[in-house]
């Protein structure tokens, strides 16, 4: 027998016990469900849901299926992880660079953070901000408005929504400006290349990023009204905000429990990769004449970044994956509406959590797809 | 080439493992369900995760409510013991699952009993043991004292995977009122978010807001609205496809509303083997074999009723006495105007 063939063997016997065993899953379950007459199948996504759900993101009621169901708890599911991602990003950048301060005051508050709130269950800090919150936040009717238009109350906040009147012409006249921005851009590399001349390629963006939105309020007919919230009484003593736009206290404790969560790892990660870079490369930059910025910008973070993003991205997918403790908090992500009450309602338990176990996959497989991307491109190029 | 043949041998092995395995479960038995539970010494059974007068733990973990009795009675019946239950608190999203993969093997937490529930999913309702509707409960200091006082923007607490969520959804919808609907997945959550004020009003079975009236923080402050919006059968559950479990989970709850009609007690029970009625002597076991078409002895219902009680002593014990609903209601024997009537037991 050869080196070849004994190489492949073992692997080859690992691979059909792994069959075997999925096979033997399967077929029990199979056998099980027939026993009990439970059939298996998908054709029950297209059945109607009949039930509501609190928070939707696109137009949703009973009436719609438990596909569309399926749908509404994943772009909650969304929705939560993608603030959650941006707060708990700034966040942990501004507490990771605190970390490092020569500020003792600032140095320590931003440790003690860091320790207080990794060291908690998250799903403890959940309860704590919704709880909190719930007892802590005035009935409707005693809320004192904030700048006279925001009302934080029991019930929710309470925003007020804007009313755009062609809203497209002000969308075509952003992308123009992208894409005059980009233009500039490239000239502007080109002109320092060939003259060594600088643009100020910062400010002429944000001049036309400004000034071609504002032209078209004038001249294109794009106007912004504001619906302000206005109280209405349900009965003697109970209140509700009517208009605007209401985001529920389930939605606002969630993202805030995750963000300040994740926020102290990423902090962590932050402080990694800017003490990872030697203290030479500074001097050197500096010694060549470059400004406390550009050493920053260009020197210090390209190379920190690559050692804080694989570990990010890491916190990026746990911060999606914890955001399924919502229904803990009756927040309808994608776990309480698909994964628990539809699949209450139907019985359909092998379906609903395999259909559900794929999604969170796919989210964070993508989410990991797309940070790779980015590593590479920020990865050492060598020539 | 050792190596090749060792793991040849194991992977043998763990085929003739699976093959055994695959077999067992393929082998049809006549009740599985009865074996197993005799030969663990215990009934495994499926309560609530908290709610007084049905099934509720004390602090040193002993179950009570009218949900429990119904597994002591099967455990008294089949084990000789009421004593002999392992109760598994489960979240009304968990509780079919639980069932269903064979983790419990009866199912009693107030249950609605539907026709999706019976028929679709594997599970199979052996009876009702308390006729139940849903309600609303609000705060006094709203004014609000009838359902008809609803007003479009409403906040709903409840929980979710219950029939509340799509009876809710119904009556909003034939009123014309635009609701939201704020589910948790346990009740102690949803006792709390309300008690905060997050929501208008709590809906559930009126049992249920009956009991969990009693952990708010000032129960007097609030009130049930005397609609009812749905008819709630509660009952027992099973896993279809053991028709002798079925039966003996059915009929021990018939003996205790049957014993109840009789007149006979826990106290009692004994002496009335001597009874002239054939009807009682049956329920005692002096007269008959009802048992044998269970696999049971002559004097299982006669230990139901003396180790359990009948179902009014039931009824006292748990849900009268303890305040949550003194009134029966149509949970009262047919003679005496409630809707309680089961097949006789012969």
């Known amino acids: 027998m050869n080196i070849k063939v004994r190489k492949i063997i073992p692997q080859l016997i690992t691979v059909l016990v792994v069959v075997l065993i999925f096979g033997f899953f399967t077929f029990n379950a199979q056998i099980n469900m027939d026993n009990r007459g439970i059939e298996f199948g998908f054709g029950f996504l297209s059945q109607e849901s009949s039930f509501d759900v609190q928070f939707s993101l696109i137009d949703y009621d009973g009436s719609h299926s438990y596909a569309r169901a399926y749908l509404v708890g994943l772009l909650n599911t969304l929705l939560v992880a993608f603030i959650g991602i941006i707060i708990s990003t700034i966040l942990g950048v501004i507490i990771g660079i605190a970390r490092l301060s020569p500020n003792y005051l600032i140095e320590r508050s931003a440790a003690f953070y860091v320790e207080f709130f990794r060291n908690i269950p998250l799903l403890l800090q959940i309860f704590f901000w919704y709880f909190a919150a719930l007892r802590a936040l005035p009935l409707p009717q005693d809320t004192e408005p904030m700048f006279g238009v925001f009302f934080l109350t029991i019930k929710g906040l309470f925003v007020p929504r804007f009313v755009w009147e062609n809203l497209d012409i002000l969308f075509y006249s952003i992308l123009a400006a992208v894409i005059s921005i980009i233009v500039i851009k490239n000239y502007a590399r080109k002109l320092q290349e060939k003259e060594g001349k600088q643009l100020p390629v910062l400010y002429i963006s944000i001049g036309l990023l400004i000034i071609l939105p504002l032209l078209t309020f004038l001249i294109g007919g794009v106007s912004l009204n504001f619906e302000i919230p206005v109280i209405k009484q349900l009965s003697a003593g109970s209140y509700i905000y009517e208009g605007g736009l209401g985001i529920p206290p389930e939605l606002i404790a969630l993202t805030l429990a995750l963000a300040l969560y994740t926020a102290t790892f990423i902090a962590e990660c932050v402080r990694a990769g800017i003490q990872g870079i030697s203290k030479g490369q500074k001097e050197a930059a500096a010694s060549i004449g470059l400004t406390p910025n550009q050493v920053l910008k260009l020197v210090i973070m390209p190379q920190a970044l690559r050692i804080i993003i694989p570990p990010t991205t890491n916190q990026y997918l746990n911060l999606t994956k914890n955001s399924s403790l919502a229904a803990a908090i009756a927040y309808p992500d994608l776990v309480l509406v698909f994964a628990g009450t539809a699949l209450m309602q139907t019985g359909r338990a092998i379906e609903i959590v395999s259909i559900t176990m794929l999604t969170y996959l796919s989210i964070s497989l993508s989410i990991s797809v797309l940070m790779n991307w980015y590593n590479k491109k920020i990865a050492i190029k060598e020539k | ?346």
């Open chain 2, 1 to 346: 080439m050792l190596k090749v043949i060792k793991s040849l041998t194991s992977f043998v092995a763990m085929v003739a493992v699976l093959f055994v395995f695959t077999t067992e479960t393929m082998a049809a038995k006549k009740s599985k369900t009865l074996k197993n539970t005799q030969k663990k010494g215990f009934v495994r059974c499926g309560v609530s995760q908290g709610l007084p007068g049905f099934s509720n733990a004390d602090a040193s973990g002993n179950w009570t409510g009218v949900d429990v009795d119904v597994c002591r009675a099967v455990a008294a019946a089949v084990l000789g013991d009421a004593n002999k239950v392992k109760f598994t608190p489960l979240s009304a999203k968990e509780r079919f699952t639980a069932l269903t993969s064979g983790e419990i093997d009866i199912l009693s937490r107030n249950t609605t009993w539907t026709l999706s529930r019976d028929a679709d999913i594997g599970l199979t309702f052996v009876g009702v043991n308390f006729y139940d509707g849903q309600g609303f409960m609000v705060r006094k200091s709203s004014g609000i004292t009838s359902t008809s006082q609803f007003k479009s923007g409403i906040s709903a607490c409840t929980n979710i995977g219950t029939t509340t969520e799509l009876n809710m959804r119904d009556f909003f919808n034939s009123k014309g009122i635009s609701y939201e609907p704020v589910a948790f997945e346990k009740a102690d959550e949803v006792v709390a978010a309300y008690d905060a004020g997050r929501c208008d009003t709590y809906t559930t079975d009126k049992s249920g807001l009956a009991a969990q009236r009693t952990k708010l923080s000032n129960p007097d402050d609030h009130i049930v609205l005397p609609e009812t919006i749905s008819k709630e059968p509660l009952g027992p559950v099973v896993r279809q496809g053991d028709s002798v479990w079925e039966d003996i989970v059915r009929w021990s709850l018939n003996v205790m509303i049957e014993a109840e009609e009789y007149g006979i007690t826990s106290g009692n029970a004994d002496s009335m083997k001597t009874s002239e009625n054939p009807a009682i002597k049956r329920l005692v076991g002096a007269e008959g074999e009802l048992g044998a078409a269970f696999g049971l002895d002559n004097d299982w219902s006669l230990r139901i009723i003396k180790q359990v009680g009948n179902y009014g002593e039931s009824y006292k014990r748990n849900i009268a006495d303890t305040g949550i609903l003194p009134d029966r209601g149509p949970n009262q024997l047919w003679t005496k105007g409630g809707i309680l009537y089961v097949p006789p037991a012969r």
